[in-house]
Nanobody, 124 residues
Framework: QVQLVESGGGLVQAGGSLRLSCAASGRTFNSYAMGWFRQAPGKEREFVAAISWSGGSTYYADSVKGRFTISRDNAKNTAYLQMNSLKPEDTAVYYC?????????????????WGQGTQVTVSS
């Protein structure tokens, strides 16, 4: 069982930056691939980024590629999402997720555990 707690969301102006954190419980964090997803009002939850257990492989949605960076610190049981050059269309609730696999997944169905979400609002 893994429990995930996101933090770092907030209100930021367009062009600004935020760093989201996802703290995981448990002693086997480094055996899980991690992902970030987001859900905007009235829309389905969508994939944002994912990282393998070692951090050696990362994947991004086209909409965030070049602006967002996913990383992890296995010693701290924490995954991060650095978001730069934010746009109003990035406004959403952001969720982190853990996949009981060494390999990443890019669909929500690939993930076994979810955090409660953190709100990110980008004003124009």
């Amino acid at each position: 069982q893994v429990q995930l707690v996101e933090s770092g969301g907030g209100l930021v102006q367009a062009g600004g930056s935020l760093r989201l954190s996802c703290a995981a419980s448990g002693r086997t964090f480094n055996s899980y691939a991690m992902g970030w997803f987001r859900q905007a009002p009235g829309k389905e939850r969508e994939f944002v980024a994912a990282i393998s257990w070692s951090g050696g492989s990362t994947y991004y949605a086209d909409s965030v590629k070049g602006r967002f960076t996913i990383s992890r610190d296995n010693a701290k049981n924490t995954a991060y999402l650095q978001m730069n050059s934010l746009k109003p269309e990035d406004t959403a609730v952001y969720y982190c997720a853990a996949r009981n696999s060494l390999r990443v997944g890019v669909t929500e169905y690939a993930y076994d555990y979810w955090g409660q979400g953190t709100q990110v609002t980008v004003s124009s």
